[in-house]
């Protein structure tokens, strides 16, 4: 989870893929959700819905790096300028480097540093930012 409370969401589920401990590797999968329109108010309404897809390596001490991709839909209705409807095709990656604290057998939070990369929008791609900077922080569950 990001920023649901401004509408900003990722919802992940991880498969340990290699190894154990400190060095293991594990599959992310999950949806991405950007339906934010309290930081975007002189745009049109947007929202981002795409499956992601991603690889997190653990290297020592619950440090990790992490690349996702996000490959999905981004619509807007009424884009300033001309008042159109948008429905791009649209891929964003996501390298970050984190840090993953067990609370206990079950239960952990991962915080992290990363950067959004656009690598496609289908239209108006110049408006687009293209590197995005952020930091979050995740809790999970071990099932």
């Known amino acids: ?6 509408g900003i969401s990722e919802l992940k589920v991880v498969v340990p893929l290699v190894g ?6 594990e599959l992310v999968t999950g949806m991405y959700l950007d339906y934010a ?3 975007r108010p002189n745009a049109g309404k947007a929202f981002i819905i795409a499956p992601l897809v991603g690889y997190r390596q653990f290297l020592f001490a619950g440090v ?4 996702a991709v996000d490959i999905g839909v981004r619509h807007e209705s009424h884009h300033p300028g001309d008042d159109a409807t948008l429905n791009d ?10 840090y993953e604290l ?3 057998p079950t239960f952990y939070v991962n915080s992290r540093a990363r950067v ?25 569950a071990r099932f």
């Open 64 to 67: 990790h790096l992490e690349l």
């Open 102 to 104: 067990e609370l206990s």
């Open 37 to 39: 329109q309290v930081i």
């Open 20 to 25: 154990r401990g400190d060095g293991r590797g």
């Open 89 to 98: 095709f649209y891929i964003r990656a996501f390298p970050a480097a984190g």
């Open 116 to 140: 959004g990369l656009l690598v496609y929008r289908q239209t108006h791609w110049a408006e687009e930012k293209k590197v995005a900077p952020a930091v979050d922080l995740n809790f999970g």
């Open 1 to 6: 989870m990001l920023w649901p409370f401004i």
